[in-house]
Each structure stands twice: as C-alpha cells, then as structure tokens.
C-alpha cells in the first residue's frame, strides 16, 4: 500500500481550509475520492446531504517512498502504513507522534514487540525564526556582490570567504 | 502510428496564468531554498523580484522531505583543500576542483545558518560525551558557529536530530520569498503544486533564458513565467532504471522516487552543456529498505563481511588492483560495491553488516542508561531519514542491535550532490581557476542567465544538503548580478501561449479522445499510459545500459542495441496519456525522465573506460584508462535533431 487511511477516522480535513494529507505528499499521492462499498460496489452516500462520502486515498501506492509526510501531518491519525508487501512480511508498524518540539515513535514488531523512542526536532518554536537575527544588516553590501563568499560571511567577516586554493 | 495532435477537441483548454518575475527559481529542495534566502538579500534592496516554482509543498519537497541524520557536508577544523581531496579521491580522479573548492569555503556557514533557524545538532561535551541537539541547547553549549563540538560520525560528518530539517529550511526560504514579495508590491511570488516543464528561449539569442512554462497538478491551469534569470534545482533522477523491487516496494527508492530527471531534461532541451552524465550512484544499503549506512559504518565502527566472515575489501585488494591500478587503494565508493559484488557473484553472499557485534562491543564499556541511549540513536538514524527501514526490521523481527542485516547494492541513480556527480556543466568561481572553467557567473550554465545547484552542478559531488543549500545560495547572489548587469535589456520569447498550453496538455487530449474505445482504459492501441511508459525505459536501461539485471555490465554492442529501443520509447513517449492532471504530471516526469536516460547512455557509449567499477562496467573497456579517458565527457543535446554531440573536456588538477 504504503500509506492507507482508516476510513472511519478520515473526515476528509472537512472545515480546515486543505486535505492535509494532499496537500503535504511530496509525491501527489494523496487524493480524495468517492468511497465505494467494497463488497456492494456502491458509492457510499452521506444520507444528510445524499452526496457521495470523500475520503482520502493513496492514489498511486508503487510510488510510494514512505516518508511519512501524510501520517505525521493528519489531524485525525486515521493514516498510518502499511510496509511494502513484495519484500516485508505483515504484521511490522511504525508510528510517528509528531509535536512541536519533538517527535515519538513506537515500533512494533511482528512478534509483538515495542521499542518506544523520543527525540528532539527543532529548537526554536515553530514560525518565531527571524533570518536576519544575529547576522548584521538585512541588506547586502551591493559593493561586495563580485567579490566571493555569502551575505552573512561578509556580515560576520567569515576568514573562510575569499581564500584561495594554497 | 499517426501524431498525436490537441486541437482542443476532446479535452477543455486550461486557464492560462501568466507570471513575471526577474529571478525565477524552478523547484523548492534544499539547492533552491539556499537560492531564495540568499537573493533576498542581494536582490530585494535592489528592487528585483524573486519566484519559488515547486510541483510540491516546499515544507516537505525534494531529497530532504522525510528529514536526515546527519549532515554530510561539514567542513569545520578541516580545510577546502582537504575537502577537494576527498571529493576527487571518492571520484576517482576527476572533478571540479574549482566548484569543490568554493563550496568546501563556503558550507559551513549554511550548517550554522540551520542551527540558527532550530536545526537541532549533536554536541559532544568536554569528556567526549554525546547530547542530542535539544540537551546541547538545554546545557548552553555553544553553536557551531561559537565554537561548539559536532558530533563527527566521520571527518565531513556531523549527526543531527534532523527530522524536521525540511521544514526548517523552508521556513527560512519563505520567510525570505515573503520579505521579497511585500518590498516589490507582488501579489504572490511562492507557487507550490506547479511543475514546470520546459525553459522558454530568448527570441532574439537562443543561448538565453526567457521563462519557464508549466501546469498547476491541482487546478486546470498553465503557468507561463516570465523571467530575466532562471535557476534549475529540481534535483537528480530515480527510477530511470528497472527496480530491485518487483510491486510496490519501487516506491522505496534509495534517492527519493519524485526526482524525474527534470534537471537534467530541462537543461539539455535548452542547449546547455551537460558533463559527467555517464556517472551514476549505486549505494550500497541494507537490503529492501536502503536505510542509511553511513552512521553504522562511521559513528559505531561496524565491519561489513561476506558469509565466510571475510572483509571483501581485503581479500580482494590485489585481484582489483590488476585493473584498476592505485585506484583500489582509494577505497572510494564505487570500488568498495566492487569488491563487495565479487563476493555476491561468487555466491560468496549474503554480505552483511554486523550491527549486532559494533553496538555489543560500545556497549562493553556502558552503563545500562548509556546502552539504552546508544539503541536509541541506532533507531533514530532510520526513524529520521529512511522510515522504512525501521518497518522492514520489524516486520522481519530483526533488531539492529541483536542481528546482523543484509546488504545490497540498488539500482543505478543519477545525481550530483551525493557520491556521483552527474549534471550541467557551469561557470566557476570569480577569483580563481582555468579561464575555461569560468565564464562570468559562478555557477551559471552555458545558457545565458541558467543557472544550477545541487544535484543539477555535475562534476563535483558530496556537497550533500548542506552543500546543496550553500550552492544555491551561491546561485542566489549571482542571479542577483546577473540581473543587474543585464538591467535594461529586453528578454522574451516567441513561443505562442495557446500553442504551448496545447502541447503540455496533449496526453489529456489523448485519454480523453480514445479512452473510450476498450473497455479497458489501460490497454489501448492508441496510446500508452505513463506508469507502463516508465516500466518500459526502465527495463531498456536496465537490460542494456547496465542495471542490476545485468550486474551493471553494458559494452558499445549493447549500447547500441538499446538505442534503438531507447528512439521507439522517445517516439511511443508522444502517445502517452493522462486521466487527471496528476497522470499529466506522471507523463511529463517521464518525457524528463526518459531524456535524462538517454544522456545517461548516450555519455557511457562515448567514453571507452570503466572509470567507476561498482556503479557501472564497460565490458569491452573494462580498465581505468588515464591516458585516454582522465577528462570530463560533456554532451549538448538538439531538440530538434534529436541528436547528442558528445565530446572530451579537459581535466585540469588544481589542488595536489
């Protein structure tokens, strides 16, 4: 499969602005699709509005390189994966817990087994950086611009910026 | 069969956006966010307008997306010239020493750029104790740029708690893009979910670029931009060759499986000069999953062996040596897979990675706690870079710490930022190196205004994300210049609007003509689907350009022989068809895809020599030949011949 969706879980990111899911495949994988009942082969109906039920749906699954992208972002945890089939055998799960300061992860086995893990993923708060902080002037010294090295070597006088081959 | 022709019959003609901006960066990896920080500086002061084009979402885009363990490209007490030894010696002999150079001056500051964005880094304390990046940070220790001590799992490695290092490099990107985008008055200037397809050409000087054209794979619209100067960071090439996974595992590629070739496609339909596209990547990783190896080989010192218990890079030193000379004793990468691969086709298999016995004897000296702590960096570097590893260990029960695993070499990839080096053949540094490597703009192709990063820089590997970043940073500011010496001058391109949009839009027009014609849509006569199109150039490369069907033996016979499979898959290529905008954006991978191929072949043919055993043998020229062959293979490429010139440029040593 790779990634697959636990149709009861999936709300299909109804009243958030995008489908989390499709909007952060980094493959175009992940879409929404009309929920057909697998056994009746019926399109499943949501019997207040009478409109089809849209789920999300990994579209293209032997494309899929399990980055985890859609199940650390999903609001609902409904996706989760699957490990490739032509070589992993069932019954293995990785599962990510992603927080804003620090991801958890609990590994299962086959046999049962469960090695849980925390570690760090960033240290400054998610939408506080402030890229001209600490790094002199935010614009470039216009006068430098033929001359090698980066803004911020020129900004912090980086002895590395214009040596040459010794 | 008739050619296929979209005169908007059968399939609604798209909106078509049109876009200008000065800088325009196609892609939002790591080489492009680099581009987009850096030009803002330089560029915003001087009122120049700065575009991010990428066909995903930039928090998770290009080979960083599911995050990294380490940071492969930090030079810290080291010096550039050691950098390009290193470089030159994995490349067996033959880079840009001039771009290895100035980069090797340059990365570092990009690392300490990422520590201050939030990147969290490994700290070693004074009694050589390991804290993760968030404990460094809790106990004051300094940062890198402050004299702080990485955590070095080898001499250019530094570990890092990198899940989220994607998503930190692109807040920094946009936050750029925006400080951009509010001083020149535009109303939108980051574009996620557009893949570009094709440059568009100056009218009055085919060698300068114009724009970029490509369509939106969520809404019914092409995306025409106009620009004065174009960067290409739309990284290297995956599944251009059959897969050692036969169903869905081929979404497990080692080098993430979105990365279509498009680099290298985009720029030789421009004309510019490619160099080094017979290089290749083959790593060598656990088997099925490709999880990273790098850690276990360098942090925890574990020995890889073959079933006797042998360590192939020793006991078959003397028999490689007969061909490839002083090359052995490099032990650069591709000639490790080669000794490896003796073993393998000796059924001296399987080769193994003790992982077992490396944690067992750092273990000797721990405490329990100690212990606990080293399983969990073992697990944290698959759990942030190849997540799937860790799923193959545990639907298999297997316990890095407890068992040895398999390796494997995987199918070939094409790149230049890892251990290979394909890509475009740019312009070096301003202040040193041949005249003949140097053509004003430090990394701008032979296309006037083109310029490159990253996996699309060929000849000078192992700049890895942090050399990626730095490079297009370097981008970034030569655009900049660029721009402002070419204020004033007119650029445009002829190519009619409709015409283009018809022409991007052909495979829909196909589905929708035909589909109805069996009552299978996959299998019709008059077209091809794009997941059989790729499934097809990958079994042509794999069979006679060297993929691990045939231990990635290829000779000028087979070459040739495949060549006239590769013409009909370019000629079938034109009857692909799309469903839905996101088959469009599958067919369009593999037009890129397939031309980044037939370069690839197209460079082995041309150079007599197996300059990287262990990626890929010439069977008729199966020695290291210096004499002929230490020199750079470039091509151009005529779109409208479809014809390959294939030629030598000079290597020239700058570092002894």
Redesign the interface.
């Known amino acids: ?2 990634s697959y969706v636990i149709t009861e879980k999936c709300d299909s990111c109804a009243g958030q602005d995008k489908t989390a899911c499709m ?6 994988l992940m ?1 929404l699709k009309e929920q057909v009942d697998p056994i009746t082969k019926k399109v499943i109906v949501n019997p207040e509005t009478n409109n089809p039920v849209m789920k999300a749906v990994n ?11 859609c199940v650390k972002i999903c609001p609902q945890q409904a996706i989760s ?1 699957r ?12 599962i ?1 817990m ?1 927080g804003s ?3 958890m ?1 609990t ?5 049962g ?1 469960i ?1 849980r ?1 925390k ?9 506080s ?1 402030d ?1 001209f ?3 002199g002037e ?3 010294d ?1 006068s430098r ?9 020129h900004a ?1 006088g ?1 002895p ?7 | 069969m008739e050619p296929k022709v979209n005169n908007w019959e059968f399939c609604k003609k798209p909106e078509i956006v049109v876009h200008e901006t000065d800088l325009l960066l196609i892609g939002g990896g790591m080489a492009a966010c680099g581009t987009a ?2 030009a803002d ?2 560029a ?3 009122g120049l307008r700065i575009t991010m084009v990428d ?3 930039t ?4 080979a960083v ?2 995050g990294l363990s380490a940071i492969n490209t930090y030079l810290g007490e080291n ?3 050691d950098y ?1 030894r290193y470089v030159r010696n994995d490349l067996m002999g033959i880079t840009r ?1 001039d771009l290895t ?2 980069l090797g ?2 990365v ?2 990009s690392v ?2 990422f520590e ?5 880094i490994w700290k070693k304390d004074e009694e050589g104790k390991r804290l ?3 404990q460094a ?1 809790r106990e004051e220790m300094p940062s890198l ?1 402050d004299g702080g001590n990485p955590v070095r799992s080898g001499r250019w490695q530094i570990m890092i ?1 990198g ?2 290092y994607k ?2 490099v692109a ?2 990107a946009k ?2 893009l925006e ?1 951009n985008r509010k001083a020149t008055g535009v109303d939108q200037n980051h574009f996620e ?1 557009i893949f570009i397809v094709k440059l568009l050409m100056d009218q009055n000087d085919p060698k300068k670029v114009a724009g970029a054209v490509g369509f939106s ?1 969520r809404e019914h619209k092409i995306y025409i931009f106009k620009c004065k100067t174009a960067l290409l960071g739309t990284g290297g090439c995956v599944n251009v060759f059959k897969t050692r ?9 080692w080098f ?3 990365n279509s070739g498009s680099n290298y496609a985009m720029a030789a339909e421009s004309g510019a000069e490619m160099t080094m596209m017979e290089n290749r990547f083959v790593p060598a990783r656990f088997k ?1 999953g490709y999880g990273p190896v790098g850690a276990w080989f360098l942090l925890f010192k574990a020995k890889a062996t073959n079933a006797l218990g042998e360590d192939y890079c020793a006991t078959n030193l003397e028999e490689s040596r007969k061909l490839y000379g002083k090359y052995v004793d490099s032990l650069g990468t591709c000639m490790r897979n080669h000794m490896m691969m003796i073993d393998m086709k000796a059924g001296k298999g399987p080769i193994k990675i003790h992982t077992d016995v490396a944690l067992q004897k750092l273990s000797e000296t721990m405490s329990k706690k100690e212990i606990k702590h080293l399983e ?1 960096e073992a ?2 570097d698959f ?2 870079m190849t ?2 590893q ?8 297997m ?1 890095p710490e407890k068992v040895p695993s398999e390796l494997m070499p995987s199918e070939p990839y094409l790149l230049g930022s890892h251990a290979g080096c394909a890509g475009l053949w740019t312009s070096g ?4 190196g041949p005249d003949e490597y140097s053509w004003g703009y430090n990394r701008m192709t032979t296309v006037n205004g083109l310029f490159t990063a990253g996996d699309g820089v060929g000849a000078s590997g192992h700049k890895f994300s942090s050399g990626s970043h ?1 490079e297009g ?2 981008c970034g ?1 030569n655009m ?2 660029y721009c ?1 010496d070419t204020k004033g001058e007119d650029v445009s391109f002829s190519e009619d609007h409709d015409e283009l949009a018809k022409e991007i839009y052909m495979p829909m027009e196909t589905f929708a003509k035909y589909s109805n014609y069996t009552t299978d849509p996959n299998i019709n006569p008059h077209y091809i689907r794009p ?1 059989m199109m790729q499934q097809r150039l990958q079994k042509v490369m794999d069979e006679y350009v060297g993929g691990v069907g045939t231990w990635y033996m290829t000779s000028k016979s087979m070459l040739e022989e495949g060549f006239k499979y590769l013409d009909m898959v370019k000629e079938d290529s034109l009857h692909m068809a799309a469903e839905n905008l ?1 088959e469009l ?2 067919a369009w991978e593999n037009f890129h895809r397939i031309l980044a191929g037939e370069a690839h072949a197209r460079h082995i043919h041309f150079r007599e020599e197996t300059r990287y055993p262990g990626y890929y043998y010439r069977g008729d020229f199966l020695a290291i030949d210096d004499e002929n062959w230490k020199c750079f293979v470039n091509s151009t490429y005529n779109k409208e011949t479809g014809d390959w010139n294939v030629f030598k440029r000079e290597y020239h040593q ?2 002894p």
């Open positions: 499969m790779p909007y952060i495949c980094p493959h175009d879409a579209q293209e699954p032997v494309q899929c390189w399990e980055c985890y992208s994966i490990c490739y089939a032509d070589f992993a055998p069932l019954g293995g799960e990785v990510p992603l300061d620090s991801i992860w590994v299962k086995f086959r046999n087994n090695k893990f570690f760090p993923v960033r240290t400054v708060e998610a939408g950086v890229i902080a600490g790094v935010a614009k470039a216009i611009i033929k001359a090698p090295g980066l803004y911020t070597q912090n980086d590395r910026t214009a040596i040459t081959p010794a | 920080y850096e500086r330089w915003t002061p001087e066909k995903a979402a928090d998770r885009s290009g997306a599911m010096s550039p010239e390009v020493e150079f100035d001056r340059v570092d500051d300490h750029l201050d964005w939030g990147l969290p993760d990046g968030a940070q740029r708690n899940e989220s998503v930190i807040e920094a936050l750029a400080n979910r794979v996974a036969t169903a869905e595992g081929q979404g497990r590629a993430p499986v979105w099925d969990a697990w944290e759990l942030d997540i799937a860790a799923g193959v260990w545990a639907a298999n029960n316990e540094p301003e202040d040193f730095a940073r370097i500011k900049t210049s402002l997941g996101h954006l599958r700058l570092i």
